[in-house]
């Protein structure tokens, strides 16, 4: 009993990532330069060579509710280390996802957080950059999120105070969206767990 039961959750499972890239399979796009016909695996996670995404939002500062801060040793030899702190004051961010992995490993993607805060009108914009490398099962995950939720629908209505960019191979979509939770998980993945840009 216990196996059917298996048997019929995987199917479930296989039936509804294969119903997500279908909401994708016709990815005619805004700004699309072609009609773009997203492929899957066996598995049901979508086909593709390339994925760029760029996800800019404001109120970073409520939104991931951490902040770089600075650290010294006290040893003038060895430089501050920057460490994430519990208070924060950036006010836009910018989540950059690329895939395959720019070191060339198409099995990962890297993620590029800048957070920034102009401090006044005429101010220095004060910014910061961390990275974080992740497993391209990550991005397909992201895909299917944003399929669901209708991102790449071509009538869609949606209007947020945040701005995604989606690049798959050669389509693309450019439009308003939401305080996406997938987006901002990553982000705070990357801001907690990432290292420094060079």
Known sequence: MASIETEVSAALTRRQLLATASLMAALIMSGCQSTQKLEVTQSGAPKFERFRA????????????????ETSSGDADVPPVRTVAAES?????????????????????????????????????????????IQRSDVDLLIGSLANDGYFDEQSDIVGGSQLAVQIDHGK?????????????????????GTPAR
């Open 89 to 133: 004051s950036w006010t836009e961010a910018r989540l950059d996802i690329e895939c395959p992995h720019p070191a060339g490993d198409a099995s990962l993607a890297l993620l590029t957080l800048t957070l920034s805060d102009r401090r006044g009108p005429g101010a220095f914009l004060h910014r910061d950059t961390r990275e974080l490398t």
């Open 54 to 69: 760029e996800y800019r939002f404001g109120n970073a500062d409520q939104l991931l509710g951490r902040s770089f801060a």
């Open 173 to 193: 979509v450019d439009r308003e969206w939401v305080s996406d939770g997938r987006l901002l998980d990553l982000a705070r993945q990357t801001l907690v767990d």
